[in-house]
């Protein structure tokens, strides 16, 4: 038995995405799943967020739309930290053929993982340098994926 996992969704501008992804997982009863508006910001308001780390890292600013994300993001995050077993974020455009075993994974991650800040990333794309040319339920992956589509913490 799966206990029962918080799944935030971020939500985008486009209801469509946002209930195609809700219509996947309406039929897993383990889940709680619960909806985080997407955060969109005008070019006044990135001037009010610190972005100096990010530009070390990439090189260049962050654009209101990457600033507007990680501000949903951390929001997210924000609902996870008060959850007792951890949970997952998922961004609405995230597709899973099969929800019901990424609850599995997650639960397993989470319960392996308990009491230590740990990130497990779900994310797969064709972007991703990590191709396998058979199916695993999970890939290690060395440092950063290329999307922060889905994460379990």
């Known amino acids: 038995m799966v ?9 985008s501008r486009t209801v469509a995405r946002t209930d195609t992804f809700l219509r ?8 709680k799943v619960s ?12 001037e009010d967020h610190p ?15 990457e600033l507007g994300c990680a501000k949903a993001h951390f929001l997210a995050r924000t609902v996870i930290s008060t959850s ?11 597709r899973f053929v099969e929800p019901k075993l990424i609850l599995s994974v997650a639960n397993d991650f989470l319960n392996k993982h308990r009491g230590q800040a740990t990130v ?5 794309s ?17 440092g950063h994926s290329p999307l922060a589509v889905a994460y379990v913490l």
């Not at 996947?24 to 889940?31: C, I, K, L, N, Y």
């Open 120 to 124: 497990l990333n779900l994310c797969e």
């Open 35 to 46: 909806i985080i508006p997407g955060v969109y910001l005008d070019k006044f308001q990135i």
């Open 24 to 31: 996947g997982w309406q039929d897993v009863p383990d889940a």
């Open 126 to 142: 064709s972007l991703s340098p990590f191709r396998v040319n058979h199916s695993r339920k999970s890939v290690g992956l060395f």
């Open 84 to 94: 007792k077993i951890g949970g997952i974020i998922f961004e609405d455009d995230a």
């Open 3 to 11: 206990a029962s996992i918080p799944v935030i969704v971020l939500s």
């Open 51 to 65: 972005t100096k780390v990010f530009s070390k890292i990439h090189g260049r600013r962050m654009t209101i739309q």
